[in-house]
């Protein structure tokens, strides 16, 4: 009798874990307060509009998002994780911004075998050693932008830079990808605290060091002060700057202005890229938000288009683990950055451009695209990634 | 070289003077009411934000700055009336979580009222630039906005020192911190003293907020990480004692610049690059507590103890 039980209710199971879904919940974590708010704000605005689009279903399916802050702290962001994947038993999770909140959240969200689509944070740990079946990437690894910066910078023949990062896990991969490919002398690493504002201490270090170049990574509020305390103190007229896209992108324009012209800067995305989807995003986002989307609002947008082609894959079965990690892995929506394919850690193999500020035909400051750095470039760390 | 010294030097000045705008508040309601304020760094940021508000409507840095903080002394008075004259006669812990209390509903307040996302307040066009000087034949840069800085702070410090070492209202405060009974007993209104303090300090709290607003960011939160800075400064200059905290503040900020500056390339001639990375940041932002300890080790009662 026993036996016959236990068969009938693994039979039930079973077929309870073959039957579709009947809707779709996405735990939505970002820093939405503070100096990074620009990013989150702008992935979670992207993410919305594909959602938008999509009417409000992921795969055909209803969908819910459901928006936490973690206020860039890293014991707010894994509260509110636990919850969604404990409480709501989410489906996905998305939005992290900060790659120490990413590596503190990881952990829980593959151990409840749940998919993280990372729409920003990409760091070395999850591409090499810690790659995970449930860890995507739909942006880049952190590594790659700064790479193009660098190659940029070493075929510019610029032969004395300063480095200026936070001092996180997202700072030392900067400065890993940059130095990869920029040979020169590195006269100065200056890490600062991660959510510094004041820089006057550095700026004056970087006076005496007179390097050619200076390249920074500080996203968010960080890079804003820092731009406009480096031209306060005078320092635009004798040192090139260079950044990665992340701290030369919309946010950081509007909050500085003119004083951004000519700087160069990378990305892997660019409101004028010319592709149908990248046109049709552009529009909708200005109709939608009235401002121009950043990089972390076409890899939040990407996410919600990712998670739906998924979902539409395996016909909403998505307690099929194995058939969405492959659905996943597949990669059949269209992105607005053009093609791209996932590598076998997970994070995406593609193109790398250069930018450069400058005023577009509306009288704007902002990113004008200059051409391709690399071509199908994948991050360095794949190697050592034994993906299960 | 020079200009790294100078330059360096101006910054730690710079910081210091802030922080003295501050500590200066807290340290008079603190020695002569007896009174934790843990808000004062909520007043700070009230301050910046009406700064920053006022300036956004009037499209003027300098009508934003005269009107953040008379709104802050006017909010200031308000408190002071309502709640903090029920606080001084009570215990140091009902202060804590009373002054705890306002700090929670000062920060959520702000949240609603101007959102989640930090305000941008920038510095007048004429001040945005750097000032070019000469001096013994080489020519020195320096932000213009950060002068102007130093000499606002200095002059708000030279100000207070004639108020309070040279003015009748001034003895008063100095009778009033060294003992309070003595000085009700000589028939002096402690309550409106009492009153017009705690208002000056709120003035000088926006001041300060609404200066350091175009080179920071006016954002939820920002009064807990000065509100503590504020703390060492007058526990190292001694609790009540204006010329303490001026003292103090520049220490403090001086020790602060320098080791943000120095520590990590001197660790680098000793360690290997990435450990050097690492911990050259950490030591130099706890450097200001070892500071902290150690006077505290040699002079319990700070370096110049109102009640001596």
């Known amino acids: 009798m026993s036996l016959r039980l236990t068969a009938l209710a693994a039979a039930l199971l079973l077929a309870g874990a073959a ?63 636990d919850k969604f994947l404990k409480k709501d038993k989410v489906d996905f999770m998305t939005g992290i911004v900060f790659s120490n909140i990413m590596l503190a959240v990881g952990p829980a969200v593959f151990q409840n075998q749940t998919f993280y689509i990372s729409a920003n944070a990409g760091p070395s740990q999850y591409a090499g050693e810690q790659c995970n079946p449930f860890f995507f990437n739909v942006a880049w690894q952190n590594d790659n932008l700064h790479e193009a910066v660098g190659k940029y910078v070493q075929d510019k023949g610029f032969k004395n830079v300063v480095i200026v990062t936070p001092n996180y896990p997202g700072g030392k991969d900067a400065v890993s990808g940059f130095k990869r490919y920029y040979k020169g002398k590195v006269a100065d690493e200056i890490y600062t605290k991660l959510g510094q504002l004041d820089y006057a201490a550095e ?21 804003i002060n820092f731009v406009k305390q480096f031209v306060a103190a005078g320092l635009s007229r004798d040192t090139q700057l260079f950044a990665p896209g992340f701290s030369a992108d919309e946010d950081v324009i509007k909050a500085v202005g003119a004083p951004m012209m000519g700087m160069f800067n990378s990305s892997h995305w ?44 395996v016909k909403g079965n998505v307690a099929d683990k194995k058939a969405l990690q492959k659905a996943l892995e597949a990669k059949r929506f269209k992105s607005v950055r053009g093609d791209f394919k996932f590598n076998s850690n997970h994070y995406p193999v593609q193109n790398y451009y250069l930018r450069v500020i400058g005023k577009d035909v509306q009288g704007r400051v902002t990113n004008k695209s200059m051409g391709t750095i690399f071509s199908n470039h994948a991050d360095a760390y794949v190697g050592a990634c034994k993906m299960k | 070289m020079t200009q790294l010294i100078l330059e360096q030097a101006l910054n730690g000045l710079q910081f210091g003077l802030m922080l003295f705008l501050l500590a200066a508040g807290l340290t008079l309601v603190f020695g002569i009411m007896d009174c934790i304020n843990l808000a004062h760094g909520s007043l ?49 812990l009902s202060q804590v979580l009373a002054t705890f209390a306002l700090i929670l509903i000062a920060n959520e307040a702000v949240r609603v009222i101007w959102g989640p996302a930090p ?10 630039g750097p000032v070019e000087f000469v001096l013994l034949g080489d020519t020195f840069f320096y932000p213009a906005y950060r002068l102007l800085i130093i000499g606002v702070g200095l002059a708000v410090g030279g100000l207070l020192y004639l108020l309070v070492a040279k003015s009748r209202v001034g003895m008063w405060v100095r009778a009033g911190a060294a003992n309070r009974e003595m000085t009700e007993a000589l028939g002096i209104n402690v309550r409106a003293l009492f009153t017009a303090v705690f208002v000056f300090g709120a003035a000088l709290c926006a001041l300060a907020g609404g200066l350091l607003g175009p080179l920071l960011a006016v954002q939820v939160g920002m009064g807990e ?71 505290l080790f040699f002079k319990p009662q700070g370096l110049f103890p109102a009640r001596a």
């Open chain 1, 19 to 81: 039957h579709a879904a009947d809707s779709i919940k996405v735990g939505f974590v970002s820093t939405l307060s503070g100096p990074g708010a620009g990013l989150g704000v702008d992935i979670r605005d992207g993410f919305q509009l594909g959602m938008k689009q999509l009417n409000g279903k992921l795969g055909g399916l209803p969908a819910e998002v459901l928006v936490a802050d973690d206020q860039q702290s890293p014991d707010v962001a894994k509260q509110a994780a």
């Open chain 1, 203 to 223: 700026l004056a270090q970087i006076r005496a060091t007179k390097p050619d170049a200076l390249f920074f990574f500080l996203p968010g509020g960080m890079g």
């Open chain 1, 270 to 313: 660019a409101h004028d890229m010319d592709n149908a989807e990248n046109k049709r995003f552009v529009a909708e986002f200005e109709k939608e938000y009235g401002r121009l989307p950043s990089l972390y609002a076409s890899q939040g947008y990407d996410a919600a288009l990712m998670m739906d082609a998924a979902v539409r894959d």
């Open chain 2, 44 to 92: 700070y940021m009230v301050g910046a934000y009406f700064v920053a508000a006022a300036a956004q409507a009037a499209d003027s840095f300098w009508i934003g700055l005269g009107a953040g903080v008379a709104g802050a002394a006017v909010l200031g008075l308000l408190l002071e009336l309502s709640l903090f004259r029920q606080l001084y006669r009570r215990d140091h």
């Open chain 2, 119 to 128: 305000l941008m307040l920038n510095p007048p066009e004429a001040l945005a």
């Open chain 2, 225 to 295: 990480s000065v509100l503590i800075l504020a703390f060492v400064v007058i526990i190292i200059g001694g609790i009540g004692s204006i010329r303490g905290a001026f003292i103090g503040a520049l220490i403090v900020g001086s020790v602060d610049t320098l080791g943000r500056a120095l520590l990590p390339t001197l660790l680098r001639v000793l360690l290997p690059g990435d450990a050097a990375a690492t911990l050259g940041p950490a030591l130099a932002s706890i450097l200001i507590y070892l500071l902290m300890a150690g006077i």
